[in-house]
C-alpha cells in the first residue's frame, strides 16, 4: 500500500511494502513486473503450491522424489511465477476499464497508464513462450494437461461478467498445477491428484472470497459479481462450509494416494496435513472482518502459509 510519501513513483495500491521490484529492479522493467504482479507475490504461491501438493503427494506414497521430482518442483517454481504474471497480465488487458473505476486496482500499470495494451500483450506472450519452453521437459501427459489449462486461464477474466461466482474459475484454473505435477512425475493422472485438485478448489472459494469483500462496493457500482457481494453477511457461514470441503478432499486425497499399502509411518505424516490445514484456515475465519479491507488482504496473504502446511507434512513424509 502507499500511505508513505516516500513511496516509489508508479507503486501499486495493494503492494507489498518494501518489494524488490518497486526498490531493487531496475527502472525499465519495474511497470513490467508489477503487471505480473511480482510486487505482490502471494499469487505465484497459491498457484505453486497445488504443483507442489501433486509432485510430494506422489513421491512420499510411491517410488520417492529422485532428481526427476526435484526438477518437476523448480519447473514448477519457475513455470508459476511465470504463468501467473501471463495470467495476471491477461486479466489486466481485459480488465483495463473496471480497473480504472476501482480505487484499488486504478494504479496498476495500464490504467494507470505505465505500460500500453501493445506492450502488456507483447510482454504476456513472452512469459507464456518461457513457460512453455519449461513445460516441454516433463512428460506428453502432463504438457497436455498443461496446454489444456490455457483455456481455464483465458476465460477466467471474463466470469464476474456471467456468474456470481467467479472464484469457481479461479480455482480450477489457480490449481491444475495439483494434476499436473502428479502427472509429471507419476506418468499418468490417479485420483489422489484429482481429490487434492478439488480440495485446492474449494480452498480457493475460502481465500478468494475473503479477498473479494476488499472490493465489494466498487464492484456493486460498477456491475462486476463475487462471492463476496452473493454471501454478503452470511460470509462466514459459507466459508465454515469451504473450510471443511477442502479438509475432507485433502484427507481423501492422502487416503487414495496410501490406500492398499496398510499403516505406514509415511502415510501417518502424511496426514498432519489434514489438520495443520484445517486450523490455519479456522485461525483465519475466527480473526475475519469482511468491512476491514486490510484485514481481509493481509488474511488473504496468509493463506501461503495455509498451503506450506500440506507441502510441508508430504515433505515430512519422504524422509521415511
Known amino acids: 500500500m502507499t500511505d508513505s510519501p516516500q513511496a516509489p513513483e508508479g507503486q501499486v495500491f495493494d503492494a507489498v511494502r518494501g518489494n524488490w521490484v518497486d526498490h531493487r529492479a531496475p527502472d525499465w522493467a519495474r511497470s513490467y513486473l508489477r503487471l505480473s504482479r511480482a510486487d505482490r507475490p502471494v ?3 497459491l498457484l505453486l503450491l497445488p504443483c507442489w501438493w501433486g509432485v510430494l503427494l506422489s513421491a512420499a506414497s510411491g517410488a520417492g522424489l529422485g ?12 513455470g508459476a511465477w511465470l504463468m501467473r504474471g501471463a495470467g495476471c497480465t491477461w486479466n489486466d488487458i481485459t480488465d483495463r476499464e473496471f480497473d480504472a473505476a476501482v480505487t484499488r486496482t486504478r494504479s496498476r500499470p495500464i490504467p494507470s497508464g505505465q505500460v500500453s495494451v501493445r506492450g502488456a500483450v507483447a510482454w504476456m506472450g513472452l512469459q507464456a513462450l518461457l513457460a512453455f519452453a519449461i513445460l516441454l521437459s516433463f512428460n506428453l501427459n502432463a504438457i497436455l494437461l498443461g496446454v489444456a489449462s490455457l483455456a481455464l486461464v483465458a476465460i477466467y477474466p471474463f466470469a464476474k461478467r456471467f456468474t456470481w461466482w467467479p472464484q469457481v474459475f479461479l480455482g480450477l484454473a489457480f490449481n491444475w498445477g495439483a494434476l499436473l505435477a502428479w502427472t509429471a ?3 499418468r493422472l490417479g485420483w489422489p491428484a484429482v481429490l487434492l485438485y478439488l480440495s485446492g478448489l474449494v480452498w480457493t472459494l475460502f481465500y478468494d472470497t475473503i479477498y473479494a ?3 465489494k462496493e466498487d464492484d456493486a457500482l460498477i456491475g462486476v459479481k463475487s462471492t463476496a457481494r452473493l454471501f454478503g453477511s452470511n460470509t462466514h457461514r459459507w ?3 469451504f473450510l471443511w470441503g477442502s479438509v475432507a478432499l485433502m484427507a481423501l486425497a492422502i487416503w487414495a494416494a496410501f490406500a492398499g ?5 509415511a502415510g501417518a505424516l502424511a496426514f498432519l496435513a489434514v489438520p495443520g490445514f484445517a486450523a490455519h ?3 483465519q475465519l475466527r ?9 481481509c488482504l493481509s488474511l488473504f496473504r496468509s493463506n501461503r502459509d495455509t498451503g506450506l502446511i500440506p507441502a510441508a507434512a508430504f515433505a515430512l513424509a519422504l524422509l521415511l
Do not use: K, V
Open 43 to 45: 499469487g505465484t504461491w
Open 67 to 78: 532428481w526427476h521430482g526435484l526438477w518437476i518442483m523448480l519447473g514448477c517454481g519457475l
Open 185 to 187: 512425475h507419476d506418468g
Open 213 to 215: 469483500h476488499q472490493d
Open 239 to 241: 466459508l465454515t462450509l
Open 261 to 265: 499399502q496398510g499403516l505406514t509411518a
Open 281 to 283: 484456515q479456522l485461525w
Open 287 to 295: 480473526r475475519l472482518q469482511t468491512e476491514d479491507a486490510d484485514n
